[in-house]
């Protein structure tokens, strides 16, 4: 399902509350940027911190629970995440002191966050990062609106949109954050999430009929380098 076909499909079909409220969300947010050399949770967008910004799109989707994973020893995205989760009690912090071993495990500390709730209706899981700055609730409005057991995003690498690039060179799509993802499924992978093995190469193993994907190449903008930093800011994306 295109993002174009779900804005259609939108005019005549509205999501009911009881759809919109049976999922938890996962913000993967304890990476160590080194590539950036700044942490990527602090840059700005619209006067708010990226991970702020993130969290709170995140609520538009009204969520039971909203899990942000974040790195240890990091004061001031403890004490902003601390803040807004006195504000929104829907939002939880776990610290991942080993982020330096890969995203699974910040991942598999989210799920088992979830598990401790011990809700019955959570059905699906929102997996999110915070580096894809043109997200919006739009394509997290999609993402949850599709049926099948995973319904990720699509979208091209940074090297296919970057304007030196040859378009026409074979580059392949990527298929994956942020995903909605079956519950017990999610649940069932946590013990082969592994190092920086996320959840890509099991969705892949998956039948075909049991994978959506929302095109979006929007989200191909995600920030790891300094030079993508100073493309997003002078597009305009993040604040100088």
Do not use: C
């Amino acid at each position: 399902m295109s993002k174009r076909a779900f804005i259609e499909g939108a005019e005549h079909t509205e999501i009911t509350e009881q759809q919109s409220q049976n999922h938890a969300v996962i913000i993967l947010a304890s990476g160590l940027s080194q590539r950036l050399g700044q942490p990527k949770q602090l840059l700005v967008k619209h006067g708010e911190r990226l991970i702020t910004y993130m969290t709170r799109l995140a609520l538009t989707t009204t969520p039971q629970a909203i899990v942000v994973v974040i790195p240890d020893d990091h004061h001031l995205i403890a004490s902003m995440m601390t803040e807004l989760a006195n504000q929104y009690p829907t939002v939880q912090i776990v610290v991942n002191s080993q982020a330096d071993t890969g995203m699974a495990h910040s991942l598999r500390m989210g799920i088992e966050t979830i598990v401790t709730l011990e809700s019955t209706s959570i059905g699906r899981v929102l997996i999110m990062g915070v580096d894809q700055v043109l997200l919006d609730e739009l394509h997290l409005t999609a993402l949850l609106a599709g049926e099948q057991t995973v319904v990720a995003s699509r979208y091209h690498s940074w090297q296919r949109v970057e304007k030196h690039q040859n378009l026409d060179e074979t580059v392949s799509d990527i298929l994956g954050l942020p995903l909605a993802i079956n519950y017990k499924l999610l649940r069932q992978w946590q013990s082969e999430l592994t190092g920086d093995k996320g959840l890509r190469h099991l969705i892949k193993g998956l039948p075909a009929d049991q994978i959506g994907e929302v095109d979006n190449d929007q989200l191909s903008y995600d920030i790891d380098t300094p030079e993508q930093l100073a493309y997003a800011k002078q597009k305009g994306w993040l604040d100088s």
